[in-house]
């Protein structure tokens, strides 16, 4: 298996612009995660899916951040406007909950946002 | 608010050093616990440790659970400086299914 893929690797574009981030989890994962880490916080959960339904987006941090997963192979994470402190790497991850406990995670190498 | 707290949040050591890393958390619900290494890009797995007590060894690592002061440590023996990474926690539960909360992690240098 590939692992979990995400696009693009690094992202530069100027405040106000559209992002749109994309990841595509392990075939057979039912967990899709969206990650955000900075110097400042670390890893941050934004929003994360089962069976292709969002089930905490607690995370995400403003309206202008969304979250989509329309079938079970592909997610979007989009933010519209975006602003200079949206700057981070993202990261997807995906898993397979084996009984009662948290699977292990397997992350994409992630996306470097910069806004300028 | 379910949190996990690590420390130290940076250590520089030698090249055959042992060190230990702290991990506490406070989460509802706790389903297990978590250790990752990020070097320069993803994180990579581990340790999982859902029981008190038991020690998971990989080589030169090794981990343990104590659910009664809601705290797990890892252990690096004879350190490499391959070693050098931020090792993160990552605590399973916060009142949901397989959502993984994490540290902000330790930033471990091994120098030569």
């Known amino acids: 298996d590939a692992g979990v893929i995400q696009s693009p690797r690094h992202e530069v574009t100027e405040m106000g612009q559209e992002v749109t981030l994309r990841c595509k989890p392990i075939?057979?994962?039912?967990?899709l995660f969206w990650y955000r880490q900075t110097m400042m916080r670390g890893l941050e959960l934004l929003i994360y899916f089962n069976n292709n339904v969002p089930i905490d987006d607690s995370g995400m941090p403003e309206d202008r951040f969304s979250a989509k997963m329309p079938n079970a192979s592909f997610s979007t994470l989009k933010i519209q406007p975006s602003e200079p402190r949206d700057s981070a790497v993202y990261f997807c991850a995906s898993s397979f909950r084996a009984g009662t406990n948290t699977g292990e995670l397997f992350f994409g190498e992630g996306s470097r946002l910069t806004v300028l | 608010e379910d949190k996990v707290v690590q420390s130290p949040l940076s250590l520089v050591v030698h090249e055959g050093d042992t060190v230990t890393l702290n991990c506490s958390y406070e989460?509802?619900?706790?389903?297990?616990l978590l250790w990752y290494k990020q070097e320069k890009k993803a994180p990579t797995f581990l340790f999982m440790l859902t029981s008190s007590g038991i020690e998971k060894k990989s080589g030169r690592l090794s981990s343990i659970l104590d659910k009664k002061e809601l705290s797990s440590i890892l252990n690096i023996t004879a350190t490499q400086t391959g070693d050098s990474a931020i090792h993160l926690c990552?605590?399973?539960?916060?009142?949901?299914?397989?959502?993984?909360?994490f540290g902000t992690g330790t930033l471990l240098a091994v120098q030569p």
């Open positions: 990552a605590v399973g539960g916060g009142g949901a299914t397989n959502k993984l909360i």
């Open positions: 075939s057979g994962h039912d967990y």
């Open positions: 989460v509802t619900n706790f389903r297990s």
